[in-house]
């Protein structure tokens, strides 16, 4: 089954989130290149990883639930995972950053 | 003294995790999903003696819905940032709050939600006089930090985990 | 009508790729080594993102586990890369 041939009810929402979605993240890895200290860089990126990959997997559940004619949610299992690891790197580079450079 | 829950959280939840992998909820999977949640949540008790036990679900609840509102209010605020960054820098800021809570789960609770919330991350805890260093992205209002993260943040998990 | 879904994620693609761009500018220019540690983070969330993005476009469900995969190895790899850069050793004894 294609992408161009599913329902509409699933296919305006998921294509609503899966802009958001996008915008999001390539507005938090701009604040990569427009912030000028690391300690405000590290904020940038959390954009991208809580709300930009949140609105993309339930898209993505959405859409393959639609495809399947039935609910599919095992993308909730990247969602949970991105969640959970993705704060343990940026307070570990934060301590490194600290040790580092002291300011 | 603290009372064990109803339900064994771990296997539980390795079980859901297991049927959520495999995208199928067959006997056969069922079977094998309790062999190795049982299997693993032995090999653990080992590595992590200290078990928790998380109670008053309901609190939970509340705490995830008002993480999820903070997530996208703060993404909105860190973009406008962000796009607004060449006009004015934000001005970055350490904050330190004293916390009441002892519980290890909970502080490990807290140190995700701070740090997965945008505009704020998790820079160290002192063990011994319990303080926490918060480091802001845009610092205008110390003394509003440290209100929200304690009520906001901190009553639900004592709740929760004490 | 039944085209807003492709187009968007075309759209969404095209962001994920500008923002993985943005993402290795700052790993090749630094100037901190946590810098670099950083941008390696966003990469390959970006990355991830970009290959969910694909799945969605073909139909497949093959790219589900490339994402998942994409997902550990990267947070195994950025984590071990900070903690270096921590204590200089990864495991410790």
């Not at chain 1, 993309?56 to 299992?77: D, N």
């Not at chain 3, 290959?51 to 984590?79: H, K, N, P, Q, R």
Request: charged share 15%.
């Amino acid at each position: 089954m294609n992408a161009a041939d599913i329902p509409l009810w699933a296919a305006l929402p998921a294509a609503a989130l899966l802009v958001c979605g996008g915008l999001l993240t390539v507005v938090g890895s701009l604040g990569l290149l427009r912030l000028n200290a690391f300690y405000a860089r590290i904020h940038a990126p959390t954009m991208g990883s809580t709300l930009g990959a949140g609105c993309v997997l339930i898209a993505s559940m959405l859409l393959s639930s639609a495809m399947a004619g039935r609910p599919v949610i095992h993308e909730l299992l990247i969602t949970l995972f991105i969640l959970i690891t993705s704060p343990v790197t940026a307070m570990l580079l934060m301590r490194a950053a600290m040790y580092r450079a002291p300011d | 003294m603290k009372r064990r829950p109803l339900i064994p959280v771990l296997p539980v939840f390795l079980l859901a995790m297991w049927l959520l992998l495999n995208d199928s909820a067959s006997p056969g999977h069922i079977v094998l999903g309790i062999v190795f949640a049982l299997l693993i949540t032995a090999a653990v008790a080992r590595l992590r003696p200290l078990p928790a036990w998380p109670r008053r679900l309901h609190v939970a609840v509340g705490l995830i819905a008002h993480v999820l509102v903070d997530i996208v209010r703060s993404n909105l605020a860190v973009g406008r940032i962000i796009l607004g960054a060449s006009r004015r820098q934000p001005t970055i800021g350490f904050v330190k709050i004293p916390l009441d809570m002892r519980d290890p789960h909970g502080l490990a609770m807290l140190a995700v939600i701070i740090t997965g919330t945008p505009g704020t991350v998790w820079a160290g805890h002192d063990a011994e006089n319990n303080v926490l260093t918060l480091h802001v992205l845009d610092l205008k209002d110390e003394a509003a930090w440290v209100r929200t993260v304690k009520q906001r943040y901190e009553r639900p998990l004592m709740d929760i985990f004490e | 009508m039944n085209q807003i879904l492709p187009w968007a994620v075309h759209f969404a693609l095209a962001c994920f790729a500008l923002a993985m761009l943005f993402a290795m500018i700052r790993l090749l220019r630094g100037p901190t080594a946590q810098d670099r540690v950083l941008a390696f983070d966003t990469l390959y969330i970006n990355g991830m993102l970009a290959i969910l993005m694909l799945g969605i476009g073909a139909g497949s469900a093959v790219y589900f586990d490339i994402a998942l995969l994409i997902a550990l190895f990267g947070f195994v790899g950025s984590t071990a890369l900070a903690k270096f850069l921590l204590r200089g050793e990864v495991i410790e004894p």
